[in-house]
């Protein structure tokens, strides 16, 4: 069964908490003048994150040169998400609108929304967990002065999605508007293979 939802748009500002991690996938080696966050950036991934894939280190804001970091997987499945948003801006540009910029910061939230739906068996824009999307971006510290949200489920494949959200209105004017200047998607997959998408829209206040 496939389905989807239209988005919001909201104009809200800022706050900020850390989250749950995910699989390791690889390892880093300190180097001088690197910190926790300098590393999460290189990577990624949130610092939430990298603070828990390394429960040896005690105090995140003392780590030393040589010292070996597990950096967690921060997207499974971001083939996928990276060609929906290959595919969203094909149909911008194809119509004379700007490209919207990918923002891994953004793209994480949408990983946690999908993931949130798969874990917690809802689909809808408001989570039980996070609240709407605009308290969801904001608790992650993002700020932004306008945003929305594309969810979906049960389509297979980047383009299926995209071509699901272009043949619904809502979906469509989310896609093409010139409110939003960046974007993030994030995948997560059920036990039985079904997959939860979600595109996050935002305008960054600087």
């Known amino acids: 069964m496939k389905k989807l939802i239209t988005a919001l748009t909201a104009f809200i500002l800022s706050i900020t908490i850390g989250l749950s991690a995910s699989a390791q996938a690889t390892t880093y080696k300190v180097v001088r003048?690197?910190?926790?966050?300098?590393?999460?950036?290189?990577?990624?991934?949130?610092?939430?994150?990298?603070?828990?894939?390394?429960?040896?280190?005690?105090?995140?804001?003392?780590?030393?040169?040589?010292?070996?970091?597990?950096?967690?997987?921060?997207?499974?499945?971001?083939?996928f998400e990276s060609e929906v948003i290959r595919l969203i801006n094909?149909?911008?540009?194809?119509?004379?609108?700007?490209?919207?910029?990918?923002?891994?910061?953004?793209?994480?939230?949408?990983?946690?929304?999908?993931?949130?739906?798969?874990?917690?068996?809802?689909?809808?824009?408001?989570?039980?967990?996070?609240?709407?999307?605009?308290?969801?971006?904001?608790?992650f510290g993002l700020r932004f002065s306008a945003a929305a949200e594309n969810i979906a489920y049960g389509q297979r494949t980047a383009s299926e999605v995209v071509r699901a959200w272009m043949n619904s209105p809502g979906h469509r004017a989310n896609i093409l508007s010139n409110s939003y200047t960046h974007t993030g998607v994030g995948a997560a997959k059920k036990a039985n293979g079904t997959l939860y998408w979600t595109q996050m829209f935002m305008k960054p206040v600087k």
């Open 90 to 139: 094909q149909e911008r540009t194809s119509r004379g609108l700007p490209a919207l910029t990918t923002d891994w910061q953004l793209s994480r939230v949408a990983r946690y929304k999908s993931q949130d739906m798969v874990d917690r068996g809802y689909f809808s824009h408001y989570s039980p967990t996070y609240g709407s999307p605009f308290d969801m971006m904001e608790a």
């Open 33 to 79: 003048g690197d910190s926790l966050w300098k590393i999460a950036v290189k990577y990624e991934v949130g610092l939430s994150e990298l603070i828990k894939a390394n429960p040896s280190i005690k105090n995140p804001n003392l780590i030393y040169p040589g010292q070996v970091i597990n950096i967690p997987e921060a997207a499974p499945l971001k083939t």
